[in-house]
């Protein structure tokens, strides 16, 4: 997990292929002026989710992983507390994972909590549980969705949580 502010976003463009490409949109792009929805940056490698709405409460969200992309959400209005724990670590699913879109949810309690703020970002890497959107107020925010193994979106979904047994775990994954 990474927490940062966009003006330092350069230091993370050779960390992980398909940076650059997420920092760069971040960077350029009138943010509070696009709509919310998909937007592409390089197909299904690298694309960004906008969204507005009311934030939650803590108690009222779950934690989330996703095994295909790595997240990097980037706050443009409002403040986006964030929960966060280790994957493997999570041992409370709620439901079964959804390997189509990509999640699957727990009901473990964070270890941490972050408050992004407006120019600030956090990167969540599939090892990485989170709990976005809490906030007392509206939070808009862009979501950049970053293949996490090689150039491509992997498909190497088994439907088992983070550290299960039969499962490989993405560490190390933002080699080039």
């Keep these: 997990m990474i927490l940062d502010t966009l003006a330092n976003s350069r230091r993370y463009n050779d960390l992980k292929e398909g940076f650059r490409e997420a920092f760069d949109f971040l960077g350029k792009a009138k943010l509070e002026d696009l ?3 998909r937007h592409e940056i390089d197909g299904d490698r ?3 989710l906008i969204s507005d709405g009311p934030g939650r ?11 295909r992309y790595v997240d990097i959400q980037y ?3 409002g403040v986006d507390e964030m929960g966060w724990k280790p994957a493997a670590s999570c041992a409370r699913p709620s439901a079964p994972c959804d390997p189509e879109k990509d999640i699957a949810f727990f009901e473990d309690e964070p270890d941490a909590w972050i408050a992004v ?4 970002f956090a990167v969540f890497f599939p090892e990485d549980a989170h709990l976005p959107l809490v906030s007392d107020g509206i939070v808009r925010k862009v979501v950049v969705k970053v293949a996490a193994v090689g150039g491509q ?3 190497q979904t088994t439907g088992r ?6 499962t490989r775990p993405v560490m190390g994954s933002f080699r080039s």
């Design 57 to 67: 409460k803590r108690e009222s969200g779950l934690l989330e992983t996703h095994t």
């Design 46 to 48: 690298v694309f960004a």
């Design 153 to 155: 979106a992997s498909r």
């Design 161 to 166: 949580r983070p550290g299960e047994p039969g």
């Design 117 to 120: 703020r407006p120019g600030s």
């Design 75 to 77: 706050v443009i209005a």
């Design 35 to 37: 709509p919310a929805g």
